[in-house]
Every structure is written in C-alpha cells, then in structure tokens.
C-alpha cells in the first residue's frame, strides 16, 4: 500500500538530508513566516512544509503538475483533505497510546499487542474507505483518484470483514490448539497453531459435536514449573502467527505515517491558501515553461504579506531568455522585497504549490541560493567581508549548472571600486557556468560597467522613485543611478531643512559624501 500523493512512483522522503544552505534561504526569504502560515501551529506541518520547499530542487516538471492537481483538489475539497489527514493522525496516535502491548519479547505479548492495534487500524480504514467512498469521485487529479481506487479495492467489505474474524480469533480467548512434531531425542520441533475447531456459541459445539479422542493432563494449581512449561510451548506454538502479524501491523502502519506526511503538505497548502485569500493576496498555478524562461504579474512577496497582515506591491516582468538582472535604486524601494518574491516563488513553484502572482511562468532550476549583507560578527574573529567570502566560497562548492543565486547588497561591507570588481568577476564567472543571477546592489561602479557594457542576457531593473521622493515599491526597468537617494530618508527622519539636505545631495551627486 502507498500513498503516492508527492510523487507519482515512489514514496516522499521524510527522512532526507536538508541542504546545507537551510539557514540561509530560510533567513534570506523570511522563509519561516510562509512555513508558519502553512503549518498554523502544527509541528509536523511545519516540517513537512520545511522539507517539501527546500528539497523541491530535485523534481521535475512531471512531479510539479502532479502536485499542482492535486492541491487543485486540496483547495476545492480542503474538509475531505483534512477529514483523512485527522484520519490518519487518529491510527498513528492509537498506536502510540496501545505500545503498552508491547511491553515484553514474549509472542504473546507481541500478538496481543498486534491485535489490538490492528483493531484500531481496521476501524480507522473503514472510516477512511467510507470518507472515500462518498466523496472520491469529486477529484480530478491522478494521485488522489489512485488512492481512492486503492482504498476501495483493497479494503472492501468481505476483506474488512475477515479481517475482523481473524483477530477475534488471534485473541485466544479459547485457548490455543497448536501442533508439533517430535525430533531427535522426543524434543518438539515444527510448533505451529492451528485454526480453531470450535466456532461460536463455543458451548454448543463441546457439546453436540464428535470429538477424536485424545490424551489429556492437568496441571496442579501450584506446579509453577508445569505453568512454565505450559507457558513456553504456548509461546512456541503462537511465535511464527505473532511475527507476522507484527510484520503486518508495521506494513499498516507505515501506510498511515506515509499518508500523514504526505496529505500534511498539501493541508499546508489550504492553510496557506486561505490566510493569503484572507489578506487579499492574489495567487495562481505557475506555468512549468523550458529554459531561460521567466515571466511573471503581480509577483508579491507573500511572506512580507504575512508578516504586515494586508496586501502588499506586487510587481511585472518579462525575463525570458534572460541570465542577470540587475536591480538598483532608492533606499526602502522594495528591491530587497522583490528579491525575496522571485526566490519565494521558485521555492513554490518547484514545490507544486501555487505562486503570489496574478501569473507567473518559469523554469526549474537545479538549486536556489541567496547571498545576502550580514551583521557583524559578534565573536569578532572575522570581519564582514571575510565572512561574505567564506559563504560565497561555500555557496560555489554546491552550484550546478542551471542553479538560480540571489544577491543582496554582496561586496557592500568593502570600498565601492574593490566590492564592484569582485562583484563583476564572480557575476561573469557565474554566468560563464549557466548561472542564472538576481543581483541587488548599491555599488554604482558595478551596476553601471555591466549596463555600458551588457553580457547577453542581461535586464536592469531599478526601484520607482517619484519626483518628490515617493517610493511606490515597483520595480521597472532603467538604469543604474549614481545616488541611492539617501537624501529622501533624511528629509522623512529629520524634515526638510533645504541648506542641509542641498549640501547631502552636492556630496552624493559627486561621490564624496
């Protein structure tokens, strides 16, 4: 039995290895504030969310749209979707709760506790094949009618039925009739039990039917070594029924954790859904094009959405058969946000999740990394700048062609001719590998010997500033500017004192201040 809801052939590895970059993409793109909404306070939503968005480099374009019909489905029937995770929840907990069965190594204990628990999974199957029943034909995507079929195939009434019979009978309530045959020196070998010969009402059967005669002998009330005795041939007997049906109650039970974790993503999905609904926050399926292929509408960044509690600035652009783009502009314009919402989306995209656009088209990448300025270190054993080498350093060891890295404001915590040149080399030798590049900078040198002398593929993208310093948070394309119009937030901190802020806006104009 499989759930096959993440990947149409093979299960979703709960179990794999995170990337090393974890911390950086999930405090570079305020990762945690999307996995919160999807998780609402659950913890294992929370990191199935973690895992489903940060492995989602290794799918491809088929896993996507399998995905994404399914959370069509999930958004359309999101009390069904939960109905079976709280399903499955309710199996995995019984379990738990039933471990005291467990407590010895003897057969007994295991078969008793093997019983029990595959009475409550039999229950829990019955009303998930019920859930299934009533409401499977509404879905439309393959992985979630697969399950449905399955479910009503393998646990139909005659099988749940008979099921139902055998661990009546597994009790033992009766006692056991076991069989044996005798080895070298009359020691038993070949124990195995055997189907009961009495069938309810037990009483009736003693006594109306034939029985073969036989031998029989009783044990005195106080033989402790006969009760042993007794004990361990009964243990013999019952061994290889209670390894089975162990082995029966794990395979069970690995279906229902499996279940779990894979509907927990897509129960993330709905929570996500609808806080963003809430908010006013337009979302939409992405369309998985080829290569060198990026075009979106109305893109937010839907953890800045989450984090404000309201709408926020989307943006447009057209991308395709781009590599760079390049974003400058005004302080506070919305880059560092735009940013986040390419890499916010890709996550998604790449996910099978829906995107915080009115439309959005893109390609897989074969990895997203981010390179964002630091604080200080605190242990004062390196300077800023070291330490934004060494995470590039890292960040290169783990690039593969077709990988996706975005910077914001790298090579800022050195002088403006050094940090520029560092910044072309490293963009041209990224680029030369089949990087693709987002680039936030304040570096004048930098931006601006790229825009004079573009590479192919390359955009420049500025953010909006109004003639009287208003910022509209779009990004649109232009030109890199000399000033960064730093002079605007004086003016809002301080007010506008016209000898002051002409003097700041003389020293930036020419460099010196």
Known sequence: MKALLMHPDRDFDVQGPMPEHESDLRQDLALDVLLDAMAAEDPFLFEVARK????????????????????????????????????????????????????????????????????????????????????????????????????????????????????????????????????????????????????????????????????????????????????????????????????????????????????AFYVGCVNLHAKLTALGVTNCFPQVAGTRRLQFRGLCDASLALSMGRSVVGNALDADDKQLAIVTGANQGGKSSFLRSVGLAQLMMQSGMFVAAESFAGELCAGLFTHAKREEDATLRSGKFDEELRRLSAIVDRLRPGAVVLFNESFASTNELEGSEIARQVVGALLERGIKVFFVTHLYTFARGL?????????????????????????????????SHGVDLYREVFGDDTVRTGDLMAAAQAGTG
Request: glycine share 8%; charged share 25%.
């Open 52 to 263: 489903a968005l940060l492995l989602s480099s290794g799918n491809d374009i088929d896993t996507v749209v399998y995905r994404q019909d399914i959370v069509r489905d999930a958004l359309a029937h999101p009390d069904v979707l939960r109905q079976c995770y709280d399903l499955a929840v309710e199996a995995i907990e019984g379990k738990r709760k039933s471990h005291w069965g467990f407590a010895g190594h003897y057969p007994s204990s295991i078969l008793y506790g093997a019983v029990c628990v595959l009475g409550i999974f039999m229950t829990v199957l019955e009303k998930l094949r019920e859930l299934v029943v009533a409401h499977g034909a509404s879905f439309e995507s393959t992985g979630l009618k697969a399950l449905c079929a399955m479910l009503q195939s393998e646990f139909d009434d005659a099988y749940l039925a008979r099921v139902r019979t055998h661990l009546i009978e597994l009790k033992l309530d009766k006692g056991v009739l076991l069989s044996a045959q005798l080895s070298q020196g009359n020691e038993g070998t070949n124990y195995a039990l055997r189907e009961a010969a009495y069938s309810q009402p037990y009483w009736l059967d003693r006594l109306w039917s034939k029985r073969e005669s036989g031998y029989t002998f009783r044990i005195a009330d106080r033989d402790q070594a006969g009760a042993q005795a007794l004990s361990e041939l009964r243990n013999r007997g019952i061994n290889e029924v209670a390894n089975a049906l162990a082995q029966a109650m794990d395979h069970i039970l690995g279906f229902f954790e499996m279940l779990r974790a894979e509907l």
């Open 451 to 483: 825009f004079d002398h573009p590479p192919d593929g390359a955009i420049f993208l500025r953010a909006e500033r109004l003639d009287d310093g208003r910022r509209t948070f779009r990004i649109i394309e232009g030109e890199p500017l000399q000033t």
